[in-house]
């Protein structure tokens, strides 16, 4: 690759580190929010957005 450009610099290996830890980092969490349940929004009756789910049961059991 350096004979097509040869204004690009040699790479080491310990210059991509810093590329690939955002991906890595992005990555790891994505997981424990899938896992955990961090960040997660219910929806409630009538569109309204809440927090916990127990929430929505107690609507439920008012309503009916």
Known sequence: M???YPFL???AATDMIF???YSWVIWVVMLIACVT???RIFEGLDGKMIKEKD???IE???RG
């Open 2 to 4: 350096k004979d097509g």
């Open 9 to 11: 610099p040699t790479l």
């Open 19 to 21: 590329t690939v830890f």
């Open 37 to 39: 349940g961090w960040g």
């Open 55 to 57: 929430i929505i049961g």
């Open 60 to 62: 439920n059991k008012n």
